[in-house]
């Protein structure tokens, strides 16, 4: 399959951006996330913690494996489907609008960019495999 | 009397409606959609549309919108690969999956090829006459000659595929905005309740 030297060249830059942004927001998360853990055990218990703390978990989890599917198209393109790049695709631009929406701007604008390379990437796949 | 019996019993259901059968079972206006020429090897053929072609559909129900023939032919077992590589009527499925069934939103439709029931299937109720299983209607037709109906010439648009990625990622996330629409509007409604 030939996809377009661009749209890999886009694909890597969204990835490596999204993979920086994504540790910066681990630290900004985890400071974040023990802040409420802390008040939310406090007022019910290591069960209102640990909701919260799994929810900041899977913000990050979405945007890293989003990531790592990207190194997978770099990588072994021929092991990646139209289909579920237009799903990863969707869970970027869902990292995306968490990220917007808790003002962590650098990190949906990385998501945004990651989803955009996706979404590229398959109507590559699906012009080249008409 | 209502005329057609299709007729009289697509009424009840809520348009756009596609029917395939015998034209005489019909009254009232109808668009007669007609496919272009064009085979293809990519698309997202119902799992009706692949039995229909290669007795295969059970198969095709793992494979996620929009696959291609390779992925397919992985998921096939060995008797049937040949089968399907070399089948007209599966490249033709893949070709016709691809229909656009935006400019249909308000038509009644008619339809005389078994693919294209098969591709307007997901976004429209059916009904047939003649083909067995699956969730569409069967209708059948009492001893009244209906009138004649108006069959108005129309050729289906095929979308290229980079055109259908668009229309199945749109989709979806219109769709996820509407549910996010609906949301927020229950929120507000509780809001005013409380």
Known sequence: ????????????????????????SLFLALALSAAAVYLLTYLFGPI??????ALSAAYIAIGYSTAFFAYRAIKRPELVKPS??????????????????????????????LALALYLYAKELAKSSA | MLGGCVSSSLSAAR?????????????????????????????????????????AGRYAEKLDPPYTLKELLAVLPEGLREKAENSVCLHRAFYLSRVDPRPLRRAKIY?????LLFALEPYTPAYAV??????RRDVKCGADPPTPPQLAEAEARVTTPEEFV??????????????????????WRLRRVL
């Not at chain 1, 237009?86 to 970027?92: F, N, Q, Y």
């Not at chain 2, 109808?30 to 229909?52: D, I, K, R, W």
């Not at chain 2, 229309?167 to 549910?179: A, G, P, S």
Request: hydrophobic share 55%; proline share 4%.
């Open chain 2, 130 to 135: 003649g083909i067995s299983g699956g969730k």
């Open chain 2, 15 to 55: 348009p756009p409606l596609v029917f395939y059968g015998s034209s005489n079972l019909l009254a009232g206006r109808f668009l007669h959609l007609h496919a272009g020429e064009g085979l293809s090897e990519f698309g997202a053929p119902t799992p009706e549309a692949v039995e229909y072609c290669i007795g």
């Open chain 2, 166 to 187: 668009d229309f199945l990622y749109t989709k979806d996330i219109f769709k996820q905005l509407l549910n996010l629409l609906l949301v927020l509007k229950l929120i």
């Open chain 1, 84 to 113: 579920t790049a237009i799903l990863w695709s969707k869970a970027a631009l869902i990292a995306a609008a968490v990220s917007a929406l808790s003002a962590n701007l650098p990190y949906a604008a990385s998501s945004a960019l």
């Open chain 1, 48 to 53: 209102g913690g640990a909701v919260f703390a």
């Open chain 2, 111 to 115: 339809v005389d090829d078994p693919l």
């Open chain 1, 1 to 24: 399959m030939a996809v377009k030297k661009s749209v890999v060249e886009l694909l890597k830059f969204a990835m490596v951006l999204e993979v920086a942004f994504g540790v910066v």
